[in-house]
């Protein structure tokens, strides 16, 4: 907890990712409406919404696949449209598409990946095996992508993402598509990844039963903001006694 009235170290320091007054639309379709929210180091953010909400726009725009015009996404204090190549090296992205080639091995997968962000030969063995280690993948990292069920590719995912050690990693819909023994490994690897190694993760999701007690949370609704903060305070500002009934309140109309 921050102490109170001193302008500390930590008061002073930048959130892992800010995102401030964001719109967007696709022609005359409003899918952001004027968006804002900040993500801690540490801090696991599940951005909860049904479908439609808004969630791969906003990802989009935070990965630059979209030009937001208008607002401010700032990631590890980098100004995404001023600092691209700053702001980007500071981000880890799961897609929800796997964007795995197939035919290559989890380790050529991974080198690839590395080469990319200008990783160096050394460098690269040790956070390959750093990661693969973590996801209890090591042991497979000379198979081919192909013969790995759909939780395992996530998992390679995963470690991939994270190789160039990010501050922010994105997550959009992990979990669509795995068995439910695969999406908890998932969801159980991913907060200890926060709560271990300080890494700021918003996590996209339209399942509530991903949310954890100790998550942040966002609800986006046809491209608003409904609410944000703790799960408690979620809930208490829903004026219910769960997070499933704050969901219902907070994503019925308009
Ligand atoms: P989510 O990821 O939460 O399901 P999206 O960001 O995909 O939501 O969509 C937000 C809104 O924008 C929806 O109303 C959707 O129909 C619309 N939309 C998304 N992509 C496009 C597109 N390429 N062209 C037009 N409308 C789009």
């Known amino acids: 907890s921050l102490p109170l009235g001193g302008c500390s170290q930590t008061m002073m320091e930048e959130s892992a ?38 969630k791969s726009t906003l990802f989009s725009l935070i990965t630059r ?35 795995l080639d197939l035919d290559l091995s989890v380790l050529q997968n991974l080198r690839y990946h590395a080469a990319l962000h200008g990783m160096g030969r050394k460098l690269t063995s040790q956070r390959i095996q750093e990661e693969l280690e973590r996801q209890g993948m090591f042991e497979r990292q000379n198979e081919k992508v192909r013969k790995l069920n759909g939780g395992h590719r996530r998992r390679v995912e995963i470690a991939r993402a994270l190789l160039h050690k990010p501050a922010v990693l994105l997550l959009d819909e992990p979990t669509v598509g795995l068995d439910v023994p695969s999406r908890q ?14 890494l700021a993760v918003l996590w996209a999701t339209h399942l509530i039963d991903e949310v954890d007690g100790s998550d942040q949370i966002i609800v986006l609704h046809k491209g608003n903001v409904k609410a944000t903060g703790s799960v408690g305070e979620v809930v208490h500002s829903a004026g219910v006694k769960t997070i499933d009934d704050a969901f219902q309140v907070l994503t019925q109309g308009q």
């Open 65 to 99: 696949l979209y030009d937001a015009p208008t607002g401010m996404i700032r990631l590890n204090g980098f100004d995404v449209r001023k600092q691209t190549s700053r702001a980007l090296s500071s981000l880890g992205v799961v897609f929800q598409q796997t964007t």
């Open 17 to 54: 990712l800010q995102v401030d007054g964001l719109n967007f639309a696709y022609g005359t379709k409003m899918a952001l409406n004027e968006v804002s929210f900040k993500i801690d180091k540490g801090d696991c953010t599940l951005l909860l919404g049904p479908n439609g909400a808004g």
């Open 185 to 198: 490994a998932i969801v159980q690897h991913v907060h200890n990844l926060c709560s271990e190694s300080g």
